[in-house]
């Protein structure tokens, strides 16, 4: 089914492109999908799947997959001939090409379904030769439980020293006066507020007293207030975010426990995660509300696997708190849960005389307890939950946006501007251009700009995400292309920004999912067969033999899933050390070289009173941002600056300035013409540093209510 819907779409896009002229076709503008007919495309679309159906019925069901795979082949080596011609580039020609790779392996060698289960026991599975050298059974299971948790020590330990790393990385930002007033500063002064008033108010953000959730809906923010209530400074911020992004270890040992990997192999994986650079970059420009997508997100793939309705709900509800986007990864989880269960119920021949309502063979009973581990699940699970998510995330994604349309700043849909068309309804528009113009979509990713991200991001992974013959398995990349890959907006495809969090949690589950398809290598039928011709006798010289081959291929499956890991976690050693260590070193090192002209600064700046209102710099800001009113001098009004008590500034920064600048002076020396006309005069001042600037107490006016920005309306 899904092979026909594809063809179909293939189809209908290529007619439809095919019919511009050929200067429209141009991939680098948007003049293609204005001059594309959605309506048209939809008719050509109907026509196209009808016609595969019906001749489906009259074609072999072994080859019918063979012929629709080679079909998809053909009609994008069109389309992709057609786009290359109209706008070539080195990159865009080397995805196409990949692409192509990736098609032909599916005509080459389809995939052969089998009745395999993806629900693994907690136990890994043991072949019929444990047991056969003369060690007891119970001796074999106290060797892996005790090994089993010197592995386990072993990835606490590492997660305790990413832990430390993290955290020393981040609050050296902070007393170093690394962290701008966007975002840090916000958040900081945000956290005041909810700790004083309950409210995310503040004052940085819009040059003004406004809520936090009119830009972002980020109600995850109150999980941290507790802890920072013990301790409210902005450091503790930092700290909290280093315990957040390394809890998702625990999720992710528990997905490799229940995909069957070993031990070792799962302290590989936590290792790979904490080294993978868009997991460990992504804390480089402070705390966000994202760093929650990475541990929820494996918490929500850990309770689809465990068929956990309360954990997954949860995970679910809670990934969905983290910001107005986040709705995109459960709905693409539930897409993908879609899918997949229609994809495995039909591969699986279900049967409801065969099977019970859990989807389990009646006649499991009949054969040995290590083959009924591998029978089909329930598939009516997965399609209730997958519903139940798809359903919950579209509603509270348009009703948050909604939300922000109408009482907020609305959605930052510039971002796409490349994917753009109509500014009344930006959200239509990117949905208009990505069904009518995938090629567009593979374009803009192939930009140059965003070709070492792609490969800090795959590489590490060894492509692992990418190789799988389980076509369901690519709507987890969704979130990869969507969020990283196809705006325009270069921090989105940085991995020491934020928005990588969601991201690496779909590509490394991606990595355990198709690792554990290493361990499926053994089919069904095979080992339903070997296990049975075993004799009851295990020293009978046959019994021996059979044993050997089933361990034999084992062993060999299990090693090729600790070299991969192995393999993948050097690579990704090799690039943390490259690219995340020297900038993550670079600030506590800073701070030792300087840490008395820093102490000197903060001693400074805390002689401001706590109750004052305060204009400042962009990087003094979080200092300073425990207090009702504090504007940044970049982006507040005149009206605003002139209406604090204090004015800090950087003498240094002249793009906090820059707006003063004119009539030959320097923004600088504007800013101090336009305090000294209003009484405002030196309070204290280091060289080069930092000045502090006081209105006189004089030209304070009788009513300081007037300038408190409750009492304003912004």
Request: hydrophobic share 45%.
């Amino acid at each position: 089914m899904f092979e026909k819907f594809f063809l179909s779409w293939l189809m209908a896009i290529t007619v439809e492109y095919l019919l511009l002229p050929g200067p429209c076709r141009s991939l680098d503008r948007l003049e293609a999908v204005s001059q594309m007919s959605g309506g048209r495309t939809a008719i050509v679309f109907f026509l196209s799947f009808l016609t595969l159906c019906f001749f489906s019925r009259r074609l072999i069901k072994s080859k019918e997959k063979s012929l629709y795979h080679r079909g998809i082949l053909l009609i994008f080596t069109l389309l992709a001939a057609t786009s290359l011609q109209a706008s070539f580039s080195p990159a865009f020609f080397a995805v196409c090409c990949l692409l192509f790779l990736r098609l032909f392996s599916d005509c080459k060698r389809p995939l052969s379904y089998t009745a395999l289960t993806d629900r693994f026991s907690k136990r890994t599975w043991k072949s019929p030769a444990e047991g056969a050298a003369g060690v007891p059974e119970q001796t074999l299971q106290k060797r892996n439980k005790k090994t089993g948790r010197l592995f386990l020590w072993a990835t606490v330990l590492l997660s305790l020293l990413f832990f430390l790393f993290v955290s020393v990385w981040t609050v050296s930002r902070v007393y170093c006066f690394s962290t701008p007033t966007y975002d840090f500063g916000i958040f900081s002064q945000m956290f005041h507020y909810m700790k004083t008033t309950g409210l995310p108010y503040t004052t940085l953000e819009r040059d003004g007293l406004l809520s936090h959730f009119h830009v972002h809906i980020s109600p995850i923010y109150y999980l941290l207030l507790p802890f920072y209530c013990l301790s409210p400074v902005p450091a503790t911020l930092q700290i909290l975010q280093a315990v957040v992004i390394t809890s998702a270890l625990i999720p992710l040992w528990k997905l490799g426990r229940h995909y069957g990997l070993a031990p070792f192999q799962r302290m590989l994986l936590c290792t790979l995660l904490l080294l993978y650079p868009a997991f460990s970059g992504g804390v480089g420009y402070d705390i966000h509300e994202n760093c929650f997508l990475t541990p929820l997100l494996l918490w929500l793939f850990y309770g689809i696997a465990r068929r956990n309705s309360r954990l997954t709900a949860a995970a679910a509800l809670l990934t969905m708190l983290v910001k107005e986007d986040a709705p995109v990864y459960v709905a693409c989880t539930s897409l993908w849960l879609l899918a997949d269960s229609l994809s495995r119920y039909s591969r699986n021949n279900y049967d409801p005389k065969r099977h019970d309502k859990y989807g389990q063979n009646r006649e499991a009973h009949k054969l040995p307890r290590r083959i009924d581990r591998y029978t089909a699940p329930s598939d009516r699970w997965d399609m209730i939950a997958g519903g139940i998510m798809l359903s919950a995330s579209l509603a509270y994604f348009f009703a948050v946006t909604n939300y922000l349309s109408v009482y907020g700043n609305g959605l930052m849909t510039a971002r796409y501007d490349n994917f753009i068309i109509e500014t009344a309804s930006p959200f239509t528009s990117l949905i208009k251009t990505i069904f009518l113009c995938p090629m567009k979509v593979v374009y803009e990713c192939a930009d140059p700009d965003k070709l070492w991200f792609i490969a800090v991001t795959i590489l590490p992974l060894l492509g692992l995400p990418f190789l799988t013959r389980r076509w369901e398995r690519y709507l987890l990349l969704i979130p990869y292309v969507l969020i990283n890959l196809m705006p325009d907006y270069a921090y989105q495809h940085n991995v020491f920004f934020q928005y990588v969090f969601g991201s690496a949690a779909c590509l490394v589950y991606l990595t355990v999912l198709n690792l554990a398809d290493l361990r499926q290598k053994v089919k069904e039928p095979y080992t339903a067969a070997l296990i049975s011709s075993i004799p009851t006798d295990p020293s009978s010289t046959a019994g021996t033999l059979i044993s050997s081959s089933a361990t034999a291929e084992t062993l060999s499956v299990s090693s090729t899933a600790t070299v991969i890991l192995t393999a993948a976690v050097a690579v990704c050693a090799v690039c943390f050390v490259t690219t995340i260590v020297p900038r993550a070193v670079s600030y506590p090192s800073r701070y030792v070289y300087n840490r008395d002209d820093y102490q000197e600064l903060r001693h400074t700046l805390s002689r401001i009173p706590d109750e004052a209102s305060v204009t400042a710099s962009t990087f003094y800001s979080t200092f300073l941002s425990q207090r009702d009113i504090l504007y940044d001098i970049h982006y507040a009004s005149r009206e605003h600056l002139l209406s604090t008590e204090f004015v800090v500034l950087d003498p240094a920064s002249e793009n906090d300035l820059k707006r003063y600048a004119g009539d030959g002076k320097t923004g600088y020396e504007g800013v101090i013409e336009l305090l000294n006309k209003n009484d405002y005069q030196l309070y204290i001042k280091i060289r080069g540093t930092v000045e502090i600037y006081r209105r006189s107490q004089l030209s304070l006016p009788d009513n300081l209510n007037q300038y408190n920005p409750f009492t304003q309306n912004e």
